[in-house]
């Protein structure tokens, strides 16, 4: 229910942010090439994912905004060791960007915090909830450019990088195995700003 109340605080956030004076809402979605980074992540390898969600634009001045963002993400990782077992993570990412723009030309970067929503381990014959073995909270940081036409119509690339270790501990042992891994992700999206720019 908690996890409900936030995300629900947030899109109503960038709903009321987007009726401010020089704002402007938008919708975007796209893949994601998702992976495991960190001390332990030597036996995982990168996964395909999609992401997409809800987009408010606060202009600043003509050159500079500030960009909240509600998104569903895919992320998790492929374990090399143990043929075709995945795990697929699901969060709900909000970052807040600081957005740089001239000319159609743009550039976004900022802090974000991510709530794990699931979390499968899954193989050809198998699947289980793995989700207790991962921390809820996952703050990391977003960085990325992209283009956005005069219509409203855009196209971006960013990196999403974890702070968070996101494997819990239990009793000093990892529950997942991997007790220093963060989440690593390239975003390729599309989307459309309403309003034109």
Do not use: C, W
Request: glycine share 14%; aromatic share 10%.
């Amino acid at each position: 229910m908690k996890k409900l109340f936030l995300v629900l605080l947030a899109s109503a956030g960038i709903t009321s942010a987007a009726h401010a004076q020089g704002a402007r809402l938008g919708v975007k979605a796209g893949a994601s090439l998702t992976n495991f980074v960190g001390e332990d992540a030597d036996g995982v390898t990168n996964k395909i994912g999609v992401h997409g969600g809800f987009v408010a634009e606060l202009g600043i001045t003509d050159n500079f905004a500030i960009q909240p963002e509600v998104l569903f993400s895919m992320k998790g990782a492929k374990v090399e060791d143990l043929d075709n077992v995945r795990i697929n993570q699901s969060y709900i990412d909000v970052p807040v960007l600081l957005k740089v723009k001239a000319d159609g030309l743009f550039f976004e970067a900022g802090p974000q915090v991510g709530l794990l929503i699931g979390s499968k381990t899954k193989d050809d014959d198998i699947s289980f909830n793995s989700k207790d073995g991962f921390k809820t909270v996952d703050f990391g940081y977003v960085a990325g450019l992209g283009y956005e036409f005069s219509s409203g119509p855009m196209i971006g690339l960013r990196y999403n990088g974890g702070i968070t270790k996101v494997a819990k501990e239990e009793d000093g042992a990892n529950s997942s195995d991997m007790p220093n891994v963060r989440n690593s992700a390239f975003q390729l999206y599309v989307g459309f700003m309403f309003g034109g720019k």
